[in-house]
T-cell receptor, first 114, second 113 residues
Framework: NAGVMQNPRHLVRRRGQEARLRCSPM?????VYWYRQLPEEGLKFMVY????????ESGMPKERFSAEFPKEGPSILRIQQVVRGDSAAYFC????????????FGPGTRLTVT | TQLLEQSPQFLSIQEGENLTVYCNSS?????LQWYRQEPGEGPVLLVT?????EVKKLKRLTFQFGDARKDSSLHITAAQPGDTGLYLC?????????????FGQGTILTVHP
């Protein structure tokens, strides 16, 4: 049973470019969460999605960041016009609909903005 | 904002020693999870505690949830170098049982052979 998959594992973008991070949840999981881990900081919640719905985006920066979880395909975290401060590890987690206490994390995407 | 305070932030011990990591809050959590994260990887779920006073054991690891569900501890017996890593506690804030997790800042454990 495959775990949460994220790609790419490493992404380098120049300032002003767009970054697209992908997440495929565990089989049977319909809830997806995105977290960001900045250097020397803990994991911070960004957004919580179910299929075709954003449930909680209270942790998302107001500008340049967006997320989606379409009916078909992976969840996408999109960062437009990246800046150096966006450099971080971005983790996706998923949980099943019937029990949301536990979230299972993917290996993360390390974004470096040069 | 409901915060989780972890202590200590750093722990460096010799193989065979015992250790305890604490996770405290002034707020009630419906559940607490403990994760372990290695460099370059995502957090791996170790355990979930739900009931106040609950104790769970995972080999040499013992997890306890406080009676008031405001704190938790992780105790490792006879630590081994393979236990080295970042340990994170996390919980659902606001009494909910789903949705976003609030994380502690983590405890970096180093076990020397």
């Amino acid at each position: 049973n495959a775990g949460v998959m994220q790609n790419p594992r490493h992404l380098v973008r120049r300032r002003g470019q767009e970054a697209r991070l992908r997440c495929s949840p565990m089989k049977g999981h319909s809830h997806v969460y995105w977290y960001r881990q900045l250097p020397e900081e803990g994991l911070k919640f960004m957004v919580y999605l179910q299929k075709e719905n954003i449930i909680d985006e209270s942790g998302m920066p107001k500008e340049r960041f967006s997320a989606e979880f379409p009916k078909e395909g992976p969840s996408i975290l999109r960062i437009q016009q990246v800046v150096r401060g966006d450099s971080a590890a971005y983790f996706c987690a998923s949980s099943p609909a019937t029990s949301s206490y536990e979230q299972y994390f993917g290996p993360g995407t390390r974004l470096t903005v040069t | 904002t409901q915060l989780l305070e972890q202590s200590p932030q750093f722990l460096s011990i010799q193989e065979g020693e015992n250790l305890t990591v604490y996770c405290n809050s002034s707020s009630v959590f419906s559940s607490l999870q403990w994760y372990r994260q290695e460099p370059g990887e995502g957090p791996v779920l170790l355990v979930t505690v739900v009931t106040g006073g609950e104790v769970k054991k995972l080999k040499r690891l013992t997890f306890q949830f406080g009676d008031a569900r405001k704190d938790s501890s992780l105790h490792i017996t006879a630590a081994q170098p393979g236990d080295t890593g970042l340990y994170l506690c996390a919980g659902h804030p606001g009494g909910t049982s789903y949705g976003k997790l609030t994380f502690g800042q983590g405890t970096i454990l180093t076990v020397h052979p």
